[in-house]
């Protein structure tokens, strides 16, 4: 909350302007002090630093995260609006431990399967930038969140099918049966958030996004969150189903068994990618989990929280469209190879692909 309440400051005073972050390296640093109320602990802690930036040295007090001597960190200059300065710590630097991991991700994408690999991160890259430079901009506009997201989102996960499996059938096929379940899933989402009366000021995040002064509605906000965070998963159940399909006609299976075969395969893959959704988003949402448990009102109550509420949310429609999308794709698969090899054409299906 104190954090909050800086970043809330910060956003409504008007020397925000002259504000600028700057890289520095700690010199000096005293050992944190924890900071009592007439004795007792508050949870908060006061520290001297003082930091290179350049060829210049500043001193502060620091409240916000213990530093060491020799820590790269970045520093927030700013105006006081009286022809002074005030200096604080931005945060501390992490750059060099996040392009590590990138790197080591990125190399172990390429071992598996080099050229997969580079089309993989290509399509990763490409899906960054859709959301930094379309989607982000476009929202901090004004425009309609669940339009712009349910738009955006078929659009970029249709590219990046593409782009990743080719221009065949079975993409094609998966393309179909993801838009549907996407726009099946964004109506029961949109349904859910009227009905719940869900604000989407649910995190700190949030709410400071409401005081920025941005015109956004909020619950198509949360809307667009869920439906980005399942994109993922729906394009490697669908390309597994309709790849499925393909395999089960060729190894000779026909009529109604072919449907009910691959859906035999679909769910216990749905199954595993279920738990996978639930298992993410609670690790994501541990911490306040482990608040509930302090709480002494009933369970209805504690549920119904929007901050509560708001995870459970999520990997419930996650799931839901991930399970929507098997019966979809799987029932689409069977149409087109029927209609495909009844007249001849091959459907191109016999490169059997499992991305996660």
């Known amino acids: 909350m104190l954090r909050l309440f800086v970043i809330f400051c910060f956003l409504l005073t008007p020397a925000q302007v002259f504000a600028v972050v700057v890289p520095g390296v700690v010199s000096e640093a005293s050992a944190p002090e924890t900071i009592t109320l007439e004795g007792v602990d508050i949870g908060s802690f006061e520290q001297i630093v003082i930091v290179d930036v350049g060829e210049e040295r500043v001193r502060f007090r620091n409240d916000f995260i213990p530093v060491d001597v020799g820590q790269k960190v970045f520093v ?4 006081d609006g009286v022809g002074g300065e005030i200096i604080s710590l931005y945060d501390v630097d992490r750059s060099g431990v996040l392009y590590s991991i990138g790197l080591l991700f990125a190399a172990l994408v390429l071992s598996l399967n080099f050229k997969k690999g580079v089309k993989s991160l290509i399509s990763l890259g490409l899906t960054i930038v859709t959301v930094l430079f379309v989607l982000l901009p476009v929202l901090k506009a004004g425009h309609s969140p669940a339009l712009v997201g349910s738009v955006i989102s078929i659009v970029l ?5 593409l782009f990743t499996h080719g221009f065949q059938m079975k993409t094609y096929v998966a393309m179909a049966g993801t838009s549907f379940a996407i726009i099946v899933t964004a109506v029961l989402t949109l349904i859910c958030l009227k009905v719940g009366r869900f604000s989407g000021i649910g995190t700190d995040e949030s709410f400071a996004i409401v005081v920025s002064g941005l015109s956004i509605d909020m619950p198509e906000l949360l809307f ?17 189903q309709a790849s499925v399909v393909d395999q089960l006609y060729r190894a000779g299976v026909r009529g109604r068994s072919l449907f009910l075969q691959a859906m035999k395969i679909g769910q216990d893959h749905v199954g595993a990618l279920v738990n996978t959704l ?32 708001t995870e459970i949310f999520r990997a419930l429609l996650g799931s839901i469209g991930v399970i929507l999308v098997v019966p979809l794709t799987t029932f689409l698969a ?3 190879v029927r209609r495909m090899k009844s007249s001849g054409k091959k459907m191109d299906m016999s490169e059997v692909t499992h991305h996660h």
Not at 76 to 79: H, I, K, L, N, V
Not at 224 to 236: E, N, T
């Open 76 to 79: 927030r200059r700013e105006s």
């Open 157 to 161: 996960l249709a590219t990046v099918m």
């Open 224 to 240: 667009v969150g869920i439906l980005i965070g399942m994109l993922g998963v729906l394009d490697d159940v669908a390309i597994t």
């Open 278 to 309: 639930v298992l993410a988003y609670t690790g994501t949402a541990l911490p306040l989990l482990l608040l509930t448990t302090l709480k002494t009102e009933p369970l209805p109550a504690i549920l119904s929280i929007e901050v509560v509420a």
């Open 334 to 336: 069977v149409l087109f």
